[in-house]
């Protein structure tokens, strides 16, 4: 929950009468079995995953139940209020190269290793054919690689959103601090669809990246930048 504020902590994670989950495109409460969404860090693949507790002998509380008509289904975790989640795949962690997926069922140009991050969109290699379902405007989440850039001539800062395709060739978009949420598509010929771009301080947060960075008049002229950036000018 961080950075959520106090409704996070303070509301139902599924608002009453209406069964709508708290924060669902932010990977975090769900009410659709199987329904797919990155983390909420963007380092896993994760689904929507619910529990019939009869089967293991507990009762959920009358004030934590979520489904109506189901008074006995819940979250995956019941010390989260039973609230139901998304859960990441086993073997779905992006910054984890053993998970890497190949072949068709690598069907949006994703690699997997320490720079990869869960992307949503309905990106899909022109060489494979249209999958039941699938939709231009899906929210599907796939591991891509990315790489935080820092531009000090323009103080802005930006997130390189990049997809292999089958032949090896790797095509690459720009998602700006202001592109958060809107959706891009990859240059050239080799993917159709689009992805979403994330929030940049959900890509850029660990490790050598601060929080955030901008340049600023406190900012001395001709000191070093955020350890990790690359920079272009």
């Known amino acids: 929950g961080r950075n959520q504020g106090c409704a996070f902590l303070d509301e139902k994670c599924v608002a009453a009468g209406t069964n709508t989950p708290m924060l669902e495109d932010e990977g975090y409460f769900c009410m659709e079995e199987g329904k797919q969404r990155c983390a909420p860090d963007l380092r896993a693949l994760s689904s929507c995953y619910t ?31 039973f609230c139901p989640s998304f859960e990441p795949f086993v073997n779905g962690y992006c910054d984890n190269l053993a998970d890497q997926t190949s072949g068709a069922n690598n069907q949006a140009g994703e ?8 992307i949503e969109g309905s990106l899909l290699r022109k060489d494979l054919s249209e999958p039941v379902g699938w939709s231009p405007d899906q929210r599907k989440p796939a591991c891509l690689m990315t790489s935080c850039v820092l531009n000090p001539m323009q ?27 809107s959706r891009k598509s990859m ?21 050598p ?25």
């Open 51 to 81: 529990v019939d507790y009869s089967s293991i002998g507990m009762t959920i509380p009358s004030n934590m139940q979520y489904f109506p008509g189901d008074s006995t289904r819940g979250g995956f975790v019941a010390t989260r209020d």
């Open 111 to 118: 690699e997997y290793g320490a720079e990869s991050r869960c």
């Open 155 to 181: 103080g802005q800062r930006y997130v390189q959103i990049t997809a292999k395709a089958t032949n090896g060739t790797r095509v690459s978009a720009n998602c700006y601090d202001f592109d958060a949420g």
């Open 187 to 207: 240059p050239g010929s080799l993917f159709t669809g689009t992805f979403v771009c994330p929030n940049i301080d959900l890509v850029c947060r660990s490790g």
């Open 209 to 233: 990246y601060a929080k955030h960075f901008e340049l600023s008049c406190d900012t001395p002229t001709g000191s070093a930048l955020p350890a990790g950036y690359n920079v272009s000018g």
